[in-house]
């Protein structure tokens, strides 16, 4: 910071960055570069004529653009890298950026990267910022944005980011050249960790409804000859919904009990656990987020059912026929008890559950600390699990011991559901307990029940 | 990182920051620097009466403040930057950061950082950091926040820059010191971006609120006699609410199919959009989030109607005529089967427009890959304007050859608002078929029609 | 960027970082520098058998690790600190990084790293990276996490900040190693700034649960003989909730008016405001934040009012009535108007909340300019709590002279309630009287009522 002698008059030209490829990557490249003050200068194979190009920037032929820079931005599609091959000799100890993206994963054997290295080998190529695209450099849309970098020359990796940062971008170091790959891949990814957690969700969702269809509709029709299938749209609906939420919350916390019984057993924390139980626990947050879409669902439905025509209907038939029949309306105590406990265990549930979603949104996990997210996730969860559990007990509270609860000899799909709950909130009971604690949380600080601990690290 | 023979009895004492200002923003300023382990100094022109000042900073008059650092915090009215002139011989080779604001746009002919660097044109001037409140620095709210700084001097805005990462600042690099203007006027700006989509909003809520106070309220005074005006308050706006979503929503997927239709009927994606589709197309965020507002209260409109004074009454009165009439009340599968299909898909339409609106969160949007954002904001984009105007259709399933329906030979709002999605969903369609697809991802990967392409950046 | 001359071949090979521990934490982190490229030595007691370490990574002694690096990351529990102070000699002019965390706040009388350093004194001890957990380094969700460092020597801070950046972590500098108590305390802290608004909410939603338990159940107990206890879940829940809702949104904008007031006494803006005051500004975001939580309960409380036994009971009841009693349903146009009045003021109040809540998540609000800010927290505010507040004086329109609304001499809880805002709303009026403004405006710009103003910064 020594300023004083700055010299104000005779500040050096700036050294400018090459852009190779005039398309629409290289155009929205160089306004954004020209835009944060660096010189752009473009390398085209015919420079007379190669459309709009950004105000401030310079044209030349790809050898005379290669003379004036020491870092090229490659906005060429990997198919015409051919030409980098003969241009070699004036691209040695020159960077050049990759910025290059395939339409599909493994079209080709090598990474694009690792081509363009291949063809240059003198020259140190660097893998990154393919994760932007043309539109968001031209709006300007790059604020904080995170992008990645792979290369095997520590500098010219350096150089890239300082540009990046200037950009107002993010960098992230991903390594060497071989995780050019993987870099290649990312903006073809498409939610790959919701994957699993679909599936669960999706393979749930079909069981419970043939489960209800055949328990619902068809027994009706069948035993009865009522034909109901309207109620498919709203009422078997949101019988599913709340069925798969609460599953697919208490698999959330299932792979963490699983983990405590499995540390306790080995008496040590230091193996690792087997690949799906990893597996599992990495996906949790996917699994508890479309649990909350199916209870936001459930919710909705839920309210949206005092205005459906079977409400209305129903409410009049019964006005009418207390009337005809000259019945008094008695008020059952016990049951308005029942059923408003059964709401407002509910609404409970579901506002602590919108809690836990937030918590997941980036920017609110990040802000919080170790302790808090850790409540938030566990002691916030399993009450929100205990809550919803309770809420689906006193569904049932006067249904279970119904011989008509069991139509065809099967129990109804929501005693089916409080199985995997029940089950996670008793082992959590298990783990709570003095004893069983105690051991456990001296084996997560390190203790082995088997050998003596070298470091306590 | 030659740490080894770093000598830690013997630091060099770093060299201290000067701020010009005693005031508000000054002393924040000078207290977060000291945190973040700067020296300062301040300043004054009167240096013994300047007030409290930060624990550890020196006060000084501006001639030795100067002599002591070479860079220096303006934080002083635009007004008083006249001494500034007289000192300029002292201040050559220094960094100025001006921080200053004003309280109206467009209140000098020149930018302040601009004014203030003719007075002192030795000196390198930095503009940034006005994005800053005097309240935020004082409560350390700056973690991540993103500041500009512009300038002519690369060095200058380096220094400056390293400074404001200290603090935890993100740093955005806006060029030379003529947009200067353009940062000055970014604390003043009330979200210009939404200023288009409001004033669509705002014209469309008006438009269609008259016409439906028109062909409901007035009509029926006027044909019947009969005074609904209580009808305003929950049910027209709730038909008012749905017809503006529906429309805003349908508004911010016509402009990506009027621009595919221009790319087909150009053949080349190299010519720039007229203006006001490329305007349009930048505040499609702003206009699905509006939509989603009146999303929003459409939902809680209607849940609310079984609450409703009115819903009560015409319950009761329709078992009590049922009764007096001796009708039975008859049960409708067809309109059960409708109005279920109908909620149901009000439901799913809302449910996959939070979704959309969840990732135009930043914290959000900024982790989805580039497929990610892709398949969210078209593919979930359109099937949400599916579901949506299905479900207004069905709204009016047993209406549209109703002559009742068409007071004084107008047609129901509902049947106008679904023209708007109706055209974009079939131009959608067009768009997908096998042979226009093909041409447009031609066109988009750089195909053109008319002429040779040189080169396939 | 003279890259021109990089020599492809003999890239001098990077100095290895080095880690005392082979723990969790610090098998994690190892990993975690290998993927960003570091070279990683552990210093171990026993280097033959330390377990699984990363792929790559070396395993020497203590000293001879201490030998190849010039950094090291001390992954040990403070308890184990005492062999460094053997190995003082070695660790000259070595920058160690301690990243402990205690069990629980005030374990020990003097900070982790600060008894470090006084083993250690002739090396650069920098507090830091201890709210990463093991858990976050082997997942990798580093990206953007915000980290803090403290410690003595500038160049030691730098170094590590630098290793930070790479791993993609964004580094705040908190100052001297004076600093490092706070950093240690950091990962034990549960939601500090939520204390005192939950202590607040707490005591409102108990002295409202028993007021309103007082009035409405042990009253009609006591008076009638009427047990309608289970009232409690649903009916007297939504009276609590809205109550507190309203209550402590307008406590977030009492202290803003109060500090208005106390400036305008004042006639100045530079004395500090008392203690309270200051802490009371300091949560009115959680204060807020805890309102939304409560005005959300109170809506779907609300909307599954007609879902509820009672709802059902009370319609059928009044139908049956009304037959019996030959009544005929009146319709009363001015119920509507009231009813659906308050029901749109209720609706309109909890979107502005929404807007209001959606603009406090960071990465929202960190977007907005500072008059978007402004307007956002303080007009839009406004406008929620008026409109809020007259949905709570139109809950009570036709009551406030009713005798029978008095039970027990007591005003309804309501009542209670509308004070606190009702006084926010006429301080804010008074503010907003164009003389009071306009002085307000000057002494928030400066001016001092009572001396002369030397500087205006």
Redesign the interface.
Known sequence: ????????EA?PE??PLCI???????RSLGMRLL???FRVVYG???PQ????LPLGAQVMTHAEATQAA??IFI???R??YDFLETMAPHLK???LVDLSNNLKKNMYPEANAAYLQRLVP???VVKGLN?L?AWALQ?GLL????VYLCGD?????Q?VAQIAT?L?L?V?????LSAARELED??????PEFRLPLLIAVSLLAFFFFYLLIRDVIYAFVEKGN?I??RI??SL?NKVFPIVALVMLSLCYLPGAIAAFLQLYRGT??SRFPYWLDRWM?CRKQMGLLAL?FA??H????????????F??A??????N???NNE??E???T???A???F??LG??G??LF??LGLTS????G??L????FN?VQSKLGYLTLLVCTTHGYLYGWNKFLLPATYKWYTPPAFMLCLIVPSVVLVLKLIILLPCVDRTLTRIRQ?WERNQPK????
Chains 1, 2, 3 share one sequence.
């Open positions: 910071m020594s300023m004083e002698t700055l010299d104000m500040l700036l050294e190779f490829g005039t398309g629409d990557l290289g835009q944060s003050g085209s194979r015919r004529s190669c459309g709009l020491s870092l906005c060429v599609h198919e015409h100890g020159k960077v003198k020259a140190a994760t695209s709006n604020a904080g944005k995170q020359h520590a500098e010219a990796k150089a200037k107002g993010t992230l170091d991903k390594g060497s990312f903006p073809l990814q498409l939610f034909e299938s309207y749209m709203v609906a924390k230091y990495l879409g936001f669902l919710v909705i439905y839920t309210l949206i059912i005092p205005l459906r025509y079977t209305w209907n409410l009049v038939s019964d006005a009418v207390k009337m005809k008094t309306t008020f059952s105590k049951e308005a008890w059923t408003d406990s709401f407002a609404i409970l579901f506002f919108v809690l949104l980036p920017s609110v990040g802000s600390s170790w302790r808090e409540f390190g070298e470091e306590t690290g």
